[in-house]
């Protein structure tokens, strides 16, 4: 079961990455078919669009595909500059400034698209956080309201009924060793009381008819 498992992560990873790739060369295709359809972009103009698959591979593709559409390009500017481009230094300076920008869009498309990703992660983490944060602020005042409303009137009554026992104890004369469970009994009552005296269940806004 794990073997047939990691076969198909495999598939879908070699699916991925072709469909990548196939991305790159069918934008240069496209951009080619193109050239040759529409006159004058061609042997007139054979450097004009090349650049534009470069940034579609790259955007949707990644550096890989981005980087295969650069190669391409000098390809496709050779073949639309015909055999005397090795002969007319004015073609030949061209395609190396049109693959420099090709190399040039890769590396900003990529970094566009990275930071994007990023700013994405980082707006799913903040959302995330405050997800948490109201969680846990809900669960603080839900721990608050049930201290304020279940929880401190018995321990106050605690506290009084142990100390006025104490003092029955003592008033009477009596000083033995059942005093001082009960003295332990109204210490700890008092010292929490006194931790708690200013916790506060969470007020609730009231709702307007206007809101």
């Given at each position: 079961m794990r073997a047939y498992h990691r076969t198909r992560v495999r598939g879908d990873e070699l699916v991925a990455v072709a469909r990548r790739y196939g991305t790159a060369i069918l934008?240069?295709?496209?951009?080619v078919t193109l050239k040759l359809a529409i006159d004058g972009l061609g042997t007139d103009?054979?450097?004009?669009?090349?650049?534009v698959p470069v940034a579609i591979a790259a955007w949707y593709g990644g550096r890989g595909p981005g980087l295969l559409a650069a190669a391409l390009v000098p390809v496709a500017g050779a073949f639309f500059a015909g055999p005397g481009l090795p002969h007319d230094s004015g073609d030949l300076v061209a395609l190396a400034v049109?693959?420099?920008?090709?190399?040039?869009?890769?590396?900003?498309?990529?970094g566009?698209?990275?930071?994007?990703?990023?700013?994405?992660?980082?707006?799913?983490?903040?959302?995330d956080a405050r997800r948490e944060l109201r969680f846990a602020v809900a669960?603080?005042?839900e721990v608050l309201k049930m201290w304020?409303?279940?929880?401190?009137?018995?321990?106050?009554?605690l506290e009084a009924?142990?100390?006025?026992?104490?003092?029955?104890?003592?008033r009477d004369g009596y000083t033995g060793s059942a005093t001082r469970p009960i003295r332990s009994i109204v210490d700890d009552a008092g010292l929490l009381s006194r931790v708690t005296a200013s916790w506060r269940a969470p007020e609730r806004p009231e709702r307007t008819d206007d809101a």
């Open positions: 934008a240069v295709a496209i951009t103009h054979p450097f004009v669009l090349l650049p049109v693959t420099v920008e090709a190399g040039v869009i890769v590396a900003i498309t990529v566009l698209r990275d930071a994007l990703r990023r700013a994405e992660a980082s707006r799913i983490a903040a959302d669960v603080r005042d304020t409303e279940k929880v401190r009137g018995p321990l106050a009554r009924t142990a100390t006025e026992a104490l003092r029955t104890l003592e």
